[in-house]
Every structure is written in structure tokens, then in C-alpha cells.
């Protein structure tokens, strides 16, 4: 194995980091492999409500769990769960019927007693979207996740995660229990935030195929117009609105758009570039040009690569449903124009992850991975309702750890295991208040690595951006402005600016 002397020894003749491995140096030096793992769509209770000394869902009295209508009232029950609990073709499925008169609470989805719907079972998707999102949140309050949901009762439902593998390695390391998604709503911007902690914009979208998809918004600015005819209350229906799209009313991107480039949910133009999506398509984003956390890596010289479950199954064509199910617009890297089909950036940086993260093991077994590594886990593995089971994602990056842990470069890695949003899921605590875009609601983190404080909950407060903020240091990088800004409008509101995880580490561990 070739060792950290070897790597400062090309650093000081001036050469540039490529991978990482060898003996143990003092303080964030130590870190040589920085390995960020990124699911899908769960809140913190939905999940680690129970986990021992967190602030989970033991610390929640009745009254601030209570969900209000749409007129501020509290309801006298939850709605009924809209088209079913249990996603189509799930059999026994639980129905809309079955979830009629649940009491206004938190309740349990795998209770034996109860629907008795195991981690094993996909449950129907939830609203997770950017101005939703804030609708739920109510202030910090959260109490109208029902009242704003197209999915009822489900919004407050919640699992006994220490039936999975990864609730022991928290157990065995750290779990972050402060940690907010980087932006309210869903996967498509909280993916953003995560490479470059800003909003991907549509310049002259008024004029433009995606004209359509403009937002009606409140003079709040965080609340969408509600359409004439919209059921008053919770118990009736879903709400609707008169124009909920995937741009602001000043043309950035909040919700899914597709990729500019393939592979992309949008086909190619007829006449246009097959590497290409169609532009005339009102969903497909213009190339973005905002600087990411890679761009700020590959200019000092150090090796990164996000890692895609399925990426060639999705270029060849061949992506199916239920399995791999490769999602388009959770591949950030693939809207930017400086990483477009042809860039020696892209081949450099964009790499296939192979079937079950295949391609992935054989890196990290080989010891391998460059000095930060991205991971995005295929469809059906990423823990997403709706198409995806928590156990299959849960066992699967659980799986992944076991190899991290004994692979070469181990000994100075840490390892990130994160969500990218709440996936419309209930959380009981009020995420600080800092600017326009978030942070949205809590999501579970793990931090494994030799380094995490052992059997740790970690209170500091974080979000997505601390995973950068984290990267930024250790490799002693510029600070990109979106990290900047929201630190300031953290503190500007009366909150401590976000932590970079180091809080969760012991440099001094034997």
C-alpha cells in the first residue's frame, strides 16, 4: 500500500491528490479519503425517532405533535391516508378505507398491531416539494404536514429503526441528530445543494418552452396560491393550487427539472445531439455554470468523483422499473455545462457505479477511492416511498460500510451516510431559520470512520452544507458563496452558523 509519506512527498514537489492511504497524522490532516453517501426521502423521526439519547420522538408531548387544518384549527383526526398506504401492486395492500379516523399523532407503520407494514414494504410516495415544504413547516411549528400533503395520515407515519443494520452502526459511531436538508422540498435542489449550496436558475423563462412552469406564489413569498374550489379542510381532500411548478416567479429551479444532457428523463431532439436532451422541453434545465465543490477540488489538484448506481445501464438505454430504476434528476454533476458529454471533466469525474454499487466495491476493496468520493445509490436501493423499501437501501449501504471498513484506505476515511430530504415525512423539530432556501426539515446522518466519537449522538447543529463546509476544510479550499450566505443568515436570525462535522470526530482515538 503506498503511504501518506509518499503522497506529502508529490505534494511538496508540487503534484496533485489522487487517492490517500498510510499512517495516522494529528488533527483534520488525518482525513485523507472523504466518502459521502447520499439516500433518499426520510425524515429524522421517521426513522431514529426512538434511537437512545437523541431527540426523538420520546421528547414530543401530544400537544406539539397535534396537526392543524388549513384554517389554523386542530383536527379532530388525521386525514385518511389519499389512495392507500401501501404502494400499487404491494399485496395485502392497506387501503384508503383502512386509514379513515387515525387519531391526530404520530403512529407507527410497521406496529404489529396496527397496518403492520414492514421496512420491507413500499409505502405510496409523499409530496416533497420546495414550497410545500415550507407550508408544512408553518414557522418552525410543524403542524400542517397533514394540512399541505396529497398523501393524508401518511406525512406522521414512522418506523422502529433499530430493526435495521444501520441503526447499529450508529450505534457504533456517530448519529447527528441537529442535521436539516440544505433546501425545503425535494431531491432535484437538496442534490444542488449538496455539490454547490446554490439554486440552479432558468434565465428568461417567461419567454421561454418552460413558461408554463411558473410558480403562483403569496406576496410571502412561501406559500403557492390556492386554486378556487380547493377542499377547506384537511379531512376533504387534497389541496390544489393555482400553479405549482418548477420555477420561482424570478425563474430559479425548485423542483424536478431534467438534465441538459443524457442520461436525462427527456429524449434527445429529433434532429439534435443523441448526447444531448431537448431543449424545446418545457422539464429539461439549461446547462447550469454556477462553481461546485468539484470545480474548487480539480483546481487544487485533488481527485474526486461522484459515483452513479446504474449510470451505464441508464446511458445504454437499458434502465427499467422496479430494478435499477435510475432517477435523472439526482445526478447534479450531469446539468452542468463545464461537465458536459465530451469534457474531459466528465469522463474524469462521472463515474458508473455498476449494478448494486458493484463498480463502487471493487474501488474502495482495491483502495482506490480518490480523496473525496460521492455516492448515489440506483432507484431501488436509495430508500425512497413510493418505489423503494427502507430495509433494501438500509442493508445495501450498510453492506458498503462493512467493505470501507476494511478496505486500505480505512484507517484515515470518514464516511458521510445522509438523506437528501424528508420525503414529505413529518419531524417534530423546527429547523433554524436562515435564508430564502432553506435549511429545510431533519434528515438522519451518520459520521463512520475511525476517527467518530464511539456510540455518540452528536447535538450540533448541521445541514447538507456541512458536508462541504467539511470538504472545504481539510482540503483548504475557497468558500463557495452559497456557504457564505447561509451562514450569514443563520447568524443573522439568531442561530449559530452550521457545523462542519468536525464535532463528531476524536483526532486522539487510539
Not at 383526526?77 to 387515525?102: D, F, I, N, S
Not at 386554486?227 to 424536478?256: Q, R, W
Not at 461537465?339 to 454499487?357: C, F, N, Q, Y
Amino acid at each position: 500500500m503506498k503511504t501518506r509519506t509518499w503522497i506529502l512527498g508529490l505534494l511538496a514537489a508540487g503534484s496533485s491528490i489522487g487517492w490517500a492511504g498510510g499512517a495516522v497524522a494529528a488533527g483534520i490532516d488525518s482525513i485523507d479519503n472523504i466518502v459521502v453517501i447520499y439516500a433518499e426521502n426520510r425524515s429524522f423521526d421517521n426513522l431514529y425517532g426512538a434511537f437512545p439519547g437523541a431527540n426523538g420522538l420520546q421528547k414530543v408531548t401530544p400537544a406539539e405533535a397535534q396537526q392543524l387544518d388549513r384554517d389554523g384549527t386542530v383536527l379532530k383526526e388525521l386525514a385518511p391516508v389519499w389512495h392507500g398506504l401501501t404502494a400499487k401492486g404491494v399485496t395485502p395492500p392497506v387501503t384508503e378505507a383502512q386509514t379513515a379516523h387515525l387519531a391526530n399523532q404520530p403512529f407507527a407503520i410497521d406496529d404489529p398491531q396496527g397496518f403492520n407494514t414492514p421496512l420491507s414494504v413500499v409505502t405510496n410516495d409523499l409530496w416533497h416539494r420546495f414550497y410545500q415544504n415550507q407550508m408544512q413547516i408553518d414557522g418552525g411549528k410543524n403542524d400542517r404536514f397533514v394540512a399541505y400533503a396529497d398523501s393524508g395520515a401518511l406525512v406522521m407515519g414512522h418506523y422502529d429503526g433499530a430493526k435495521l443494520p444501520l441503526w447499529e452502526v450508529a450505534r457504533s459511531y456517530t448519529l447527528a441528530d441537529n442535521f436539516f436538508m440544505g433546501a425545503f422540498g425535494g431531491s432535484f435542489l437538496n442534490h444542488f445543494w449538496l455539490v454547490c449550496a446554490c439554486t440552479p436558475t432558468y434565465p428568461h423563462a417567461d419567454t421561454s418552452p418552460a413558461k408554463g412552469l411558473i410558480s403562483a406564489v403569496e406576496p410571502d413569498g412561501v406559500s403557492l396560491t390556492v386554486a378556487a374550489g380547493s377542499p377547506a379542510s384537511a379531512i376533504d381532500g387534497i389541496p390544489k393550487f393555482v400553479k405549482d411548478g418548477g420555477l420561482t416567479p424570478d425563474f430559479y429551479a425548485i423542483n424536478t427539472m431534467q438534465p441538459p444532457y443524457q442520461p436525462s428523463a427527456n429524449k434527445p431532439a429529433a434532429d439534435g445531439n443523441p448526447a444531448f436532451a431537448d431543449p424545446a422541453n418545457p422539464t429539461t434545465l439549461p446547462p447550469q455554470t454556477e462553481q461546485t465543490i468539484g470545480d474548487l477540488l480539480s483546481a487544487k489538484g485533488v481527485g474526486w468523483v461522484w459515483y452513479s448506481g446504474a449510470w451505464q445501464v441508464a446511458l445504454d438505454g437499458k434502465n427499467a422499473t422496479p430494478v435499477p430504476n435510475f432517477q435523472f434528476h439526482h445526478q447534479p454533476f450531469n446539468y452542468f455545462a463545464d461537465m458536459a458529454p465530451g469534457t474531459p471533466a466528465r469522463a474524469e469525474h462521472i463515474k458508473d457505479a455498476g449494478l448494486s454499487g458493484v463498480e463502487l466495491i471493487k474501488a474502495i476493496d482495491a483502495g482506490s477511492l480518490p480523496p473525496v468520493t460521492f455516492y448515489k445509490p440506483q432507484g431501488d436501493l436509495n430508500e425512497h416511498a413510493g418505489y423503494a423499501d427502507v430495509e433494501s437501501g438500509d442493508r445495501h449501504i450498510a453492506d458498503l460500510i462493512s467493505h470501507l471498513q476494511k478496505s486500505p484506505q480505512w484507517q484515515h476515511m470518514v464516511v458521510i451516510v445522509t438523506y437528501d430530504e424528508n420525503g414529505g415525512f413529518w419531524d417534530h423539530v423546527a429547523p433554524p431559520k436562515a435564508d430564502r432556501w432553506g435549511p429545510g426539515s431533519r434528515i438522519p446522518t451518520l459520521i463512520v470512520s475511525p476517527f467518530a466519537r464511539k456510540g455518540f449522538v452528536d447535538h450540533t447543529l448541521y445541514d447538507t452544507t456541512s458536508i462541504l463546509h467539511l470538504i472545504t476544510r481539510r482540503f483548504d479550499l475557497p468558500v463557495l458563496p452559497g456557504l457564505k450566505a447561509r451562514d450569514e443568515a443563520l447568524v443573522a436570525h439568531g442561530n449559530p452558523s452550521v457545523g462542519d462535522l468536525t464535532a463528531a470526530l476524536d483526532f486522539n482515538q487510539p
